[in-house]
């Protein structure tokens, strides 16, 4: 049986994807947020930082911003679709910084034999440090909208 982790990592990698550090102890600055206004904390295993957000309550849904290896929290306001802003009435909206984004805080060696399991597993070991066992995803496009 495929665990959560080797089965996103197939899918995002086409090959599973190995840890890239022994577990270490997690960092939260903030609890999490409900229905009022966003929280942002970090979230850190090894030499991985990672720059989280959420906002809404409901079932857990792991939002990602256009902008590839660029994508972080920072791009939302821009975005043709503020997914955090639209669904957070409906549900936990969590975001994240992808690792040495461009305008993110998110930080870390990423891995040159596989760099998109480095990022499969940072959004599963958040998921894991928020407890979450079951979430739907959703990213977006690229795209932004003129201002």
């Not at 990602?64 to 043709?80: D, R, Y």
């Not at 034999?113 to 958040?126: E, I, R, S, T, V």
């Amino acid at each position: 049986m495929l665990s959560r982790r080797t089965f996103v990592s197939l899918a995002a990698a086409g090959a599973a994807a190995p840890r890239l550090a022994a577990a270490q102890p997690a960092i939260r600055e903030t609890a999490p947020s409900g229905q009022g206004a966003p929280t942002t904390s970090f979230y850190e295993k090894g030499n991985v930082r990672i720059r989280y957000r959420e906002v809404g309550s409901g079932f857990p849904l792991l939002v990602t911003p256009g902008g590839g290896l660029n994508s972080c929290i920072a791009k939302w306001p821009t975005a043709v679709f503020n997914a955090p802003e639209e669904f957070k009435n409906d549900f936990r909206c969590i975001t994240m910084d992808q690792r040495n984004a461009t305008d993110g805080e998110s930080t870390g060696p990423i891995p040159v034999d596989d760099p998109w399991g480095a990022f499969a597993d940072d959004q599963l070991g958040l998921m894991d440090h928020l407890g979450i066992q079951s979430f739907s995803s959703w990213a977006t496009a690229s795209a932004a909208r003129s201002p």
